[in-house]
């Protein structure tokens, strides 16, 4: 059986993951698994950059095939902010309610009228002396002052998906892990990795 290492320590993400993965005769770790941390600094200026950096870091540190991802949320009218800074975006120490609360803080300061936003997910594989691959994903919505929901995390409360009038936090887990930029980028992944089994 082989082993896929996911570089995360969310075991949100790992669970995700693993059912993404159910069908394959694949050993699915996480660095919740190791005894020792890897120091990874994410400061590319992509997504993708990130993610790779991330799956390199970990793929040359442990000689295993590696899965990484980077995501994030943009608002068009904070110029595409906050983008890669997601999780740092109003300074180190904010839970999940004070940074949204933040960004809602900046766009009332701004002239635009625009919320349109979107979240972003790239997902990278490393193989241990391969190229890297990415996958990319996309979830277009709008963002309300009006925050609602108690499921999920981050930014959901105040992301409504376009076309509906429930914010992310207001999904249930199946439902958000069918349609998420982070669902996408891994569908694409797993597409990938089933045609190289066969």
């Known amino acids: 059986m082989k ?3 996911v570089a995360t320590k969310n ?4 669970k995700e993951i693993c059912k993404k993965l159910a069908g394959f005769d694949l050993e699915v770790r996480s660095l ?16 993708a950059g ?6 390199r870091t970990v793929s040359d ?24 800074y997601s999780a740092r975006f109003g300074g180190d120490g904010l839970d999940d309610e004070a940074r949204y609360l933040y960004l809602l803080e900046q766009l009332k300061k701004t002239e635009r009228g625009d919320l349109g936003a979107r979240f972003r997910c790239a997902v990278a594989y490393v193989e241990p002396g391969a190229r890297p691959v990415v996958f990319d994903g996309t979830l277009e919505g709008t963002i309300t002052f009006d ?6 995390f981050g930014y959901d409360p105040i992301f409504i998906p376009r076309g509906d009038v429930r914010t992310l936090a207001e999904y249930d887990m199946e439902e958000k892990n069918r349609i998420s930029h982070r669902a996408k980028a891994l569908a694409a992944f797993v597409d990938f990795f089933k045609a190289r089994q066969s």
């Open 3 to 5: 082993t896929l290492l």
């Open 11 to 14: 075991r949100g993400k790992v």
């Open 32 to 47: 919740l698994d190791l005894d020792n941390a890897l120091a990874i600094v994410e400061d590319a200026d992509t997504f």
């Open 50 to 55: 990130n993610a790779i950096k991330k799956a």
């Open 61 to 84: 540190a442990l000689e295993v095939p590696v899965l990484a991802d980077d995501s994030g949320l943009e608002v068009d009218a904070l110029g595409g902010r906050p983008g890669i």
């Open 147 to 152: 925050a609602r929901g108690d499921r999920g």
